[in-house]
């Protein structure tokens, strides 16, 4: 069986043969090239260059750029590597730009360079979103079912020294069997497509902030830059089990997928709501609206126990407080126990999918940063590598490989 290669930037193509080589993960070849070259537009340019100041003289800053760009593409481990790579290939230096002629970057005018792009993560963003939107040009049913969900990644800090070099950082805690695994550091929370396994939209938050609390935030960040975005479904697991969550799903016309949680607030077993919302008795009693609290809901009686109807069953329904955004879970448009809800909600691991590459092939967990400021822009660079290696194979036609994170040769 012959196995696909790998294509080496540094090699002409008519000289590769079929052999197991693999060379840093993806290669750059002349369409990954006019992907970075695309996207580096006129506004990118102007607001690259109002960081000029920060950076020593005699470098470009397209070419510092389009290096650090290309560490991540090529999932190399730190800066050191980055530069050790500009110093023993010429061809990767040209490619980035650089005069070779003149010296080359050194590590602290890398490190001023990084420390300039922390405080303009909108720059990267801009980016993202700019790729996302080619990438829905161009691949069909991109953005119809997504899902939501959060990974920890890790600050370059010690919890357990007397003092913690990482003073924002904090303890996340991932649900495991049989037991629980606590991480130190902070969250990426995303919006995937399912169908193509690409992220959407993307922030990053300290480790405190809940996932429950964050997918409204994401779903606004999409609504607000992408015209097109009208999902038809949004699965999340049930740590996103709340009822605004399913609100907001529905008001943007989305049909809210998401696992509930196995003890949950409320009443379930002792009512049910109808398709109109109105709550109703186990014995299919409506049951009687008596008052209103701001912050219980709504208070029901049972209307055998009012005396309004005679029942063959009394039950221990007394009262029923019922706060219509946490009962809104409960009116999901597709049955939960059907099998079209179970082969939506099967969709979401294709944001543990993405998880995965980010990590082993796109360097999120591979840094040595410290503070909320340097992670960020470290989880944007990721997420924006990945994109931009999927749109290069995907205005070269190979879809299939969309989802895969490294460049091969058939």
């Known amino acids: 069986m012959n196995h696909p ?5 540094t090699t ?3 000289t590769i043969q079929p052999s197991c080589q693999k060379k840093n993960g993806d290669s750059i070849t002349a369409d990954l090239k006019t992907i970075i070259n695309s996207l580096l537009d006129i506004e990118f340019r102007h607001d690259l260059h109002r960081t000029k100041h920060q950076i020593g003289s005699g470098f470009l800053m397209e070419s510092l750029w389009k290096s650090y760009l290309l560490s991540f593409i090529l999932n190399m481990d730190c800066t050191n590597d980055l530069i050790r790579k500009l110093q023993e290939n010429p061809g990767f230096a040209e490619i980035c730009g650089f005069n070779m002629d003149a010296p080359l970057p050194s590590r602290w005018t890398f490190d001023r360079f990084i420390t300039t792009l922390t405080q303009h993560p909108e720059i990267i963003e801009k980016m993202i979103y700019k790729a996302v939107d080619q990438l829905k040009e161009r691949l069909p049913d991109f953005g119809i079912t997504v899902a939501v969900d959060s990974t920890p990644v890790k600050s370059h800090s010690n919890p357990k020294k007397r003092e913690v070099s990482d003073k924002e950082a904090g303890f996340i805690v991932k649900e495991s069997i049989p037991y629980k695994i606590w991480k130190w550091g902070y969250k990426l929370h995303l919006l995937v497509d399912t169908t193509w396994e690409l992220p959407i939209a993307c922030q990053v938050t300290m ?3 809940s996932d429950v609390t964050n997918l409204i935030p994401l779903i606004e960040k999409a609504k607000q ?3 097109w975005f009208r999902p038809w ?3 999340a697991d049930k740590g996103y089990d709340a009822g605004y969550n399913y609100k907001a799903i529905s008001d943007i016309g989305s049909i809210p997928i998401i696992k509930m949680k196995e003890k949950s607030k409320g009443q379930e077993g002792r009512f049910t709501l109808d398709e109109t919302g109105i709550p109703k008795c186990r014995e299919g009693f409506q049951l009687l609206l ?7 809901g709504m208070r029901y009686v049972c209307p055998f126990k009012a005396g309004k109807v005679e029942c063959s069953s009394p039950c221990s329904l007394r ?5 219509p955004l946490w009962e809104y879970r409960q009116l999901c448009p597709i049955s939960r126990d059907s099998e079209e809800w179970n082969e939506i909600y099967s969709k979401r691991t294709a944001i543990e999918r993405v998880n995965s590459r980010l990590k082993e092939k796109r360097r999120l967990n591979t840094h040595c940063h410290r503070g909320f400021e340097k992670v960020q822009l470290h989880c944007l660079m990721s997420v924006l590598s990945l994109v931009v290696t999927a749109l290069a194979e995907v205005n070269t036609g190979h879809m299939e490989r969309a989802r895969t994170c490294t460049r091969m040769l058939g």
Request: proline share 3%; net charge positive; aromatic share 10%.
């Open 290 to 296: 008596r008052s209103h609290n701001q912050k219980k």
């Open 207 to 209: 480790a405190k902030e």
């Open 5 to 9: 290669v790998t294509l080496n930037y």
């Open 233 to 235: 479904h949004v699965t």
């Open 319 to 323: 009262v029923a407080w019922i706060r």
């Open 225 to 227: 830059r992408f015209s």
């Open 12 to 14: 002409p193509i008519e």
